[in-house]
Nanobody, 126 residues
């Protein structure tokens, strides 16, 4: 069973940077896709970065060029480096793990991820 524990959230001014961490344990095959999602109050949980076991990464337009996802396999830790933070980046950030799709890709929807962390709050102020 995969267990995920996030850390690194906090408050930062707009334009600043923050790095989130997600310590993972459990079966490697269940962690072929690792992702960061975020959820603001009253909104749906949306993906912000995906890391695939072959090293591939994906980002939505809203964060591309500002966020970087990476994985340290030796430490079993997933990271999300967030730069040039905006007010609209304020949300609870969640780490998630899931299997690859039949075609070998990673999904961007929450229902395809079967392990979640407890979340870490990121607040961006002006």
């Amino acid at each position: 069973q995969v267990q995920l524990v996030e850390s690194g959230g906090g408050s930062v001014q707009a334009g600043g940077s923050l790095t989130l961490s997600c310590a993972a344990s459990g079966y490697p095959s269940s962690r072929s896709c690792m992702a960061w999602f975020r959820q603001a109050p009253g909104k749906e949980r949306d993906w912000v970065a995906i890391w695939r076991s072959d090293g591939g990464t994906s980002y939505p337009t809203s964060v591309k060029g500002r966020f970087t996802i990476s994985q340290d396999n030796a430490k079993n830790t997933l990271y999300l480096q967030m730069n040039s933070l905006k007010l609209e980046d304020t949300a609870m950030y969640y780490c998630a793990a899931g299997p690859l799709s039949v075609s070998g890709g990673c999904y961007t929807t929450t229902t395809r991820y079967n392990a979640w962390g407890q979340g870490t709050q990121v607040t961006v102020s002006s």
